[in-house]
């Protein structure tokens, strides 16, 4: 299939299929003409980078361990035995993000409080 079959079926833009091609993350067969052809591998391997982009990992970490990634039928799950601690790191590195958000919240919510305080006290 060309292009813009396999983005139709993946349900992504062909810009995001060039993307990820520039990334080393799809590897697409050329015509003669230069044309790029797809598999129905190749959608396999566009739905596997999406749920794992969906996971928070950025594309040079997706083009490491895909090749690493089996399909469990309702997940994807590592297959090699070093991605867990590798996962398990990048999950603790989310959940200080969200600690960090949560105080930027909390300081902005105490602003704000002041702010209607000191404009009603006026």
Known sequence: MQIGALADRAGVSTRALRYYEEKGLLRPERTAAGYRLYTDEHAETVRRIRILLAAGLNTDMVREILPCMVDDGEFLAPGCDDLITEFERERQRIDN?????????????????AGKA?????
């Open 97 to 113: 993000q969200i600690a960090e958000l949560h105080d930027v919240r909390s300081a902005l919510t105490g602003i704000i409080s």
């Open 118 to 122: 000191a404009s009603t006290g006026r």
